[in-house]
Protein backbone atom coordinates (compact mmCIF):
# COMPACT_ATOMS: atom_id res chain seq x y z
CA UNK A 1 0.00 0.00 0.00
CA UNK A 2 1.45 3.38 -0.89
CA UNK A 3 0.88 4.95 2.85
CA UNK A 4 3.24 4.18 6.08
CA UNK A 5 -0.12 5.78 7.38
CA UNK A 6 -2.20 2.57 6.86
CA UNK A 7 0.83 0.54 8.31
CA UNK A 8 0.54 2.59 11.43
CA UNK A 9 -3.29 2.37 11.37
CA UNK A 10 -3.19 -1.32 12.14
CA UNK A 11 -0.03 -0.62 14.53
CA UNK A 12 -2.52 1.03 16.94
CA UNK A 13 -5.52 -1.12 16.23
CA UNK A 14 -3.14 -4.05 17.16
CA UNK A 15 -2.52 -1.73 20.59
CA UNK A 16 -5.88 -1.14 21.00
CA UNK A 17 -7.10 -4.63 20.66
CA UNK A 18 -4.12 -6.01 22.87
CA UNK A 19 -4.64 -3.12 26.04
CA UNK A 20 -8.90 -4.05 25.57
CA UNK A 21 -7.99 -8.00 26.16
CA UNK A 22 -5.74 -7.17 28.97
CA UNK A 23 -8.11 -5.19 30.85
CA UNK A 24 -10.73 -7.78 30.40
CA UNK A 25 -8.25 -10.58 31.41
CA UNK A 26 -6.58 -8.83 34.78
CA UNK A 27 -5.80 -11.32 37.80
CA UNK A 28 -7.91 -11.44 40.45
CA UNK A 29 -6.25 -11.02 43.60
CA UNK A 30 -5.44 -13.92 45.09
CA UNK A 31 -7.50 -14.64 48.38
CA UNK A 32 -6.37 -13.32 51.61
CA UNK A 33 -7.73 -13.19 55.23
CA UNK A 34 -7.23 -10.11 55.85
CA UNK A 35 -10.44 -8.05 54.61
CA UNK A 36 -8.11 -4.47 54.57
CA UNK A 37 -5.54 -6.49 52.39
CA UNK A 38 -8.27 -7.26 49.99
CA UNK A 39 -10.14 -3.93 49.64
CA UNK A 40 -6.46 -2.04 49.06
CA UNK A 41 -5.36 -5.42 46.20
CA UNK A 42 -8.84 -4.49 44.60
CA UNK A 43 -8.42 -0.23 44.73
CA UNK A 44 -4.88 -1.45 42.84
CA UNK A 45 -6.01 -3.42 40.58
CA UNK A 46 -9.38 -0.78 39.70
CA UNK A 47 -6.42 1.89 39.14
CA UNK A 48 -5.11 -0.68 36.65
CA UNK A 49 -8.01 -0.76 34.68
CA UNK A 50 -8.88 2.72 34.62
CA UNK A 51 -4.93 3.12 33.35
CA UNK A 52 -5.75 0.86 30.55
CA UNK A 53 -9.02 2.14 29.85
CA UNK A 54 -7.77 5.31 29.35
CA UNK A 55 -4.80 4.23 27.46
CA UNK A 56 -7.28 2.68 24.95
CA UNK A 57 -9.46 6.07 24.80
CA UNK A 58 -6.07 7.69 23.49
CA UNK A 59 -5.21 4.92 21.01
CA UNK A 60 -8.94 5.10 19.63
CA UNK A 61 -8.82 8.85 19.11
CA UNK A 62 -5.20 8.57 17.14
CA UNK A 63 -6.88 5.90 15.31
CA UNK A 64 -9.83 8.15 14.01
CA UNK A 65 -7.40 10.60 13.27
CA UNK A 66 -5.44 8.27 10.90
CA UNK A 67 -8.91 7.04 9.34
CA UNK A 68 -9.92 10.80 8.64
CA UNK A 69 -6.56 11.60 6.77
CA UNK A 70 -6.23 8.34 5.20
CA UNK A 71 -9.99 8.71 3.50
CA UNK A 72 -9.34 12.23 2.68
CA UNK A 73 -6.11 11.60 0.87
CA UNK A 74 -7.59 8.60 -0.87
CA UNK A 75 -10.71 10.98 -1.78
CA UNK A 76 -7.64 12.87 -2.90
CA UNK A 77 -5.94 10.59 -4.81
CA UNK A 78 -9.15 9.10 -6.76
CA UNK A 79 -10.15 12.81 -7.93
CA UNK A 80 -6.68 12.87 -9.53
CA UNK A 81 -6.81 9.75 -10.96
CA UNK A 82 -10.32 10.41 -12.99
CA UNK A 83 -8.93 13.54 -13.78
CA UNK A 84 -5.39 11.98 -15.36
CA UNK A 85 -7.90 10.09 -18.06
CA UNK A 86 -5.40 7.11 -17.23
CA UNK A 87 -6.50 3.53 -16.11
CA UNK A 88 -6.97 3.78 -12.34
CA UNK A 89 -4.28 0.75 -12.01
CA UNK A 90 -1.71 3.03 -14.16
CA UNK A 91 -2.45 5.73 -11.95
CA UNK A 92 -1.73 3.99 -8.52
CA UNK A 93 1.29 2.67 -9.85
CA UNK A 94 2.38 6.01 -10.31
CA UNK A 95 0.80 7.63 -7.29
CA UNK A 96 3.12 4.86 -5.06
CA UNK A 97 6.11 5.43 -7.06
CA UNK A 98 6.04 9.17 -6.34
CA UNK A 99 5.61 8.04 -2.42
CA UNK A 100 8.17 5.79 -2.10
CA UNK A 101 10.86 7.20 -4.13
CA UNK A 102 13.52 8.89 -2.41
CA UNK A 103 13.34 12.67 -1.97
CA UNK A 104 16.55 13.40 -3.97
CA UNK A 105 15.31 11.82 -7.10
CA UNK A 106 11.76 13.35 -6.45
CA UNK A 107 13.81 17.08 -6.31
CA UNK A 108 15.37 16.21 -9.28
CA UNK A 109 12.37 15.42 -11.41
CA UNK A 110 10.38 18.39 -10.01
CA UNK A 111 10.54 20.22 -13.25
CA UNK A 112 9.71 17.09 -15.47
CA UNK A 113 5.91 16.00 -15.89
CA UNK A 114 3.00 16.98 -16.37
CA UNK A 115 0.54 19.79 -14.01
CA UNK A 116 -0.73 16.16 -12.50
CA UNK A 117 2.56 14.15 -12.25
CA UNK A 118 3.71 17.41 -10.48
CA UNK A 119 0.97 17.52 -8.24
CA UNK A 120 0.65 13.82 -7.38
CA UNK A 121 4.58 13.75 -6.48
CA UNK A 122 3.83 16.55 -3.98
CA UNK A 123 1.02 15.14 -2.29
CA UNK A 124 2.84 11.99 -2.16
CA UNK A 125 5.48 13.44 -0.42
CA UNK A 126 2.85 15.12 1.94
CA UNK A 127 0.41 11.87 2.25
CA UNK A 128 4.26 10.25 3.52
CA UNK A 129 5.05 13.01 6.07
CA UNK A 130 7.63 14.36 4.30
CA UNK A 131 6.64 17.90 4.62
CA UNK A 132 9.61 19.69 3.38
CA UNK A 133 9.90 17.71 0.19
CA UNK A 134 6.37 18.40 -0.04
CA UNK A 135 6.32 22.09 0.24
CA UNK A 136 8.67 22.23 -2.09
CA UNK A 137 6.56 20.35 -4.67
CA UNK A 138 3.91 22.25 -4.13
CA UNK A 139 5.61 25.36 -4.76
CA UNK A 140 6.76 24.25 -7.78
CA UNK A 141 3.50 22.95 -8.88
CA UNK A 142 1.94 26.65 -8.23
CA UNK A 143 5.15 28.51 -9.54
CA UNK A 144 4.47 26.18 -12.95
CA UNK A 145 0.99 26.17 -13.27
CA UNK A 146 -0.35 29.09 -11.11
CA UNK A 147 -3.86 28.63 -13.00
CA UNK A 148 -4.25 25.01 -13.00
CA UNK A 149 -7.75 23.29 -11.59
CA UNK A 150 -5.86 22.16 -8.76
CA UNK A 151 -3.89 25.30 -8.23
CA UNK A 152 -6.20 26.30 -4.99
CA UNK A 153 -5.56 22.85 -3.64
CA UNK A 154 -1.96 22.88 -4.15
CA UNK A 155 -2.24 25.89 -1.99
CA UNK A 156 -4.14 24.81 0.85
CA UNK A 157 -1.88 21.57 1.33
CA UNK A 158 1.15 23.80 1.46
CA UNK A 159 -0.46 25.57 3.98
CA UNK A 160 -0.98 22.27 6.08
CA UNK A 161 2.18 20.80 5.14
CA UNK A 162 3.66 24.19 7.49
CA UNK A 163 0.36 23.75 10.12
CA UNK A 164 1.97 19.87 10.48
CA UNK A 165 4.79 21.68 11.67
CA UNK A 166 3.72 23.26 14.05
CA UNK A 167 4.40 26.73 12.04
CA UNK A 168 1.13 28.21 12.60
CA UNK A 169 1.61 32.18 11.98
CA UNK A 170 2.75 30.10 8.07
CA UNK A 171 0.42 27.89 7.73
CA UNK A 172 -2.34 31.14 8.57
CA UNK A 173 -0.64 33.24 5.80
CA UNK A 174 -0.95 30.28 3.04
CA UNK A 175 -4.51 29.49 4.32
CA UNK A 176 -5.47 32.76 3.74
CA UNK A 177 -3.71 32.85 -0.01
CA UNK A 178 -6.44 30.17 -0.38
CA UNK A 179 -9.13 32.96 0.69
CA UNK A 180 -7.78 35.56 -0.92
CA UNK A 181 -6.56 33.94 -4.63
CA UNK A 182 -9.76 31.17 -4.79
CA UNK A 183 -12.65 32.76 -3.42
CA UNK A 184 -15.04 29.77 -4.79
CA UNK A 185 -12.01 27.22 -4.13
CA UNK A 186 -13.60 23.73 -2.57
CA UNK A 187 -10.92 23.97 0.27
CA UNK A 188 -12.07 27.43 1.17
CA UNK A 189 -14.00 26.35 4.47
CA UNK A 190 -11.22 23.91 5.52
CA UNK A 191 -8.82 26.92 5.14
CA UNK A 192 -10.76 28.69 7.76
CA UNK A 193 -10.96 25.54 10.10
CA UNK A 194 -7.30 25.42 9.65
CA UNK A 195 -6.71 29.26 10.11
CA UNK A 196 -8.84 29.64 13.54
CA UNK A 197 -7.43 26.00 15.09
CA UNK A 198 -3.89 27.92 14.20
CA UNK A 199 -5.54 30.93 15.76
CA UNK A 200 -5.98 28.88 18.93
CA UNK A 201 -2.61 27.62 18.76
CA UNK A 202 -0.64 31.09 19.10
CA UNK A 203 -3.23 32.14 21.45
CA UNK A 204 -4.88 34.80 19.32
CA UNK A 205 -8.59 33.85 20.81
CA UNK A 206 -10.75 36.67 19.97
CA UNK A 207 -9.30 36.17 16.21
CA UNK A 208 -10.03 32.74 15.86
CA UNK A 209 -13.64 33.45 17.53
CA UNK A 210 -14.22 35.81 14.54
CA UNK A 211 -12.75 32.99 12.16
CA UNK A 212 -15.17 30.61 13.10
CA UNK A 213 -17.96 33.23 12.91
CA UNK A 214 -17.34 34.07 9.11
CA UNK A 215 -16.86 29.93 8.88
CA UNK A 216 -20.83 29.80 10.06
CA UNK A 217 -21.55 32.99 8.54
CA UNK A 218 -20.02 31.73 4.77
CA UNK A 219 -20.25 27.98 4.82
CA UNK A 220 -22.84 27.41 7.22
CA UNK A 221 -23.51 23.92 6.16
CA UNK A 222 -20.41 22.89 5.44
CA UNK A 223 -18.53 20.07 7.12
CA UNK A 224 -15.85 22.46 8.63
CA UNK A 225 -18.34 24.32 10.01
CA UNK A 226 -19.56 21.82 12.08
CA UNK A 227 -16.35 20.69 13.45
CA UNK A 228 -15.40 24.03 14.21
CA UNK A 229 -18.39 23.94 16.82
CA UNK A 230 -15.93 21.15 18.69
CA UNK A 231 -12.79 23.90 19.29
CA UNK A 232 -11.93 24.81 22.52
CA UNK A 233 -12.79 28.44 22.42
CA UNK A 234 -13.16 29.83 25.62
Not at 23 to 47: I, K, T, W
Not at 107 to 114: E, L, P, R, V
Request: charged letters at 15%; proline letters at 6%.
Amino acid sequence: MPYPLISRLYTLTAAIALLGLMAACAPLPAPVSNGSNLNLEMRRMQATITGQEQEINKLALQVDALEGRLQQQEHELGRLRQGSGGSPASAQTSSASYTTAPSNSQAQGQSDGSPTEVYLRAFGDYASGRYPAAISGFENFLQRFPNNAYASNARYWLGDCYFSQQQYQTAIQEFQKVLNDYPRAVKSPDALLKIATSQLQLGRTDEARQTVARLDRQFPKSTAAQKAQELALP
